[in-house]
């Protein structure tokens, strides 16, 4: 083993695995030594630097460097990964979700639907493909929600009014309202639950859709 190599190596082994930070300070800091490495090596040592960029959150960076080391994984049948998966899929789905999270839902649906293809029992997968499915209908419906929050608004404002003027007015008109008030509220819950429903039943319409295939 080169010395720098060596050194590189020993630096990684101190650091706990979880201890996402250092990893990525390690792996910046030696770049220059490490892309000169041997495929094998300079490839491990970018699994771990993506795995974690991952779990720190910074997805475009992840998204920038991710397809190259799938593909040596896959040509060279790598693996890294010591889950129940090995490192090609574990890639895979690391990819989708990370393109969930900067909403590319288009992009990440379809890698899902190839995971949950290849690997239909697999429940993680199935997860995944409902998260972005129901993220991608929550994020359409940003209009729906202003309607909603309107409605919350006018029945928070009709209270206050009608509480304002509770000495006021007659008993009557103030006890009217706080009903119209009520009803709004009410209208505003069963907007919203109404919208959940119709979320879960689409994505889990889709699935078994994609399950049939």
Do not use: C
Not at 83 to 100: H, N, P, Q, R, V
Not at 101 to 119: P, S
Not at 169 to 198: C, K
């Amino acid at each position: 083993m080169k010395p720098a190599v060596a050194h590189i190596a020993s630096q990684f082994a101190q650091i706990e695995s979880n201890d996402f930070r250092s990893i990525v300070k390690l792996y910046e800091e030696h770049l220059a030594d490490i892309l000169i490495m041997e495929d094998s090596e300079k490839n491990y040592y970018t699994f771990e630097y993506l795995t974690a960029l991952f779990n720190l959150g910074r997805y475009e960076k992840v998204l920038l460097l991710i397809d190259p080391l799938i593909e040596f994984v896959f040509l060279n049948n790598v693996n890294y990964h010591h889950g129940s998966e090995g490192t090609y899929e574990w890639l895979i789905f690391k990819k989708s979700a990370a393109l969930m999270n900067v909403m590319r839902f288009d992009e990440a649906e379809r890698i899902a639907g190839q995971l949950v293809r290849m690997n239909p029992a697999s429940e993680d997968y199935k997860g995944l493909y409902l998260s972005i499915h129901r993220q991608y209908l929550h994020q359409r419906a940003n209009r729906f929600r202003g309607g909603v929050i309107l409605l919350i608004l006018s029945a928070a404002m009709l209270s206050m009014l009608a509480w304002s003027l509770k000495n006021t007015s007659g008993p009557n008109y103030v006890t009217n309202l706080f009903y119209i008030s009520l009803a709004l509220n009410i209208s505003a819950v069963a907007v919203m639950g109404g919208h959940f429903g119709r979320v879960y039943w689409l994505s889990k319409k889709k699935l078994r859709q994609l399950l049939s295939i």
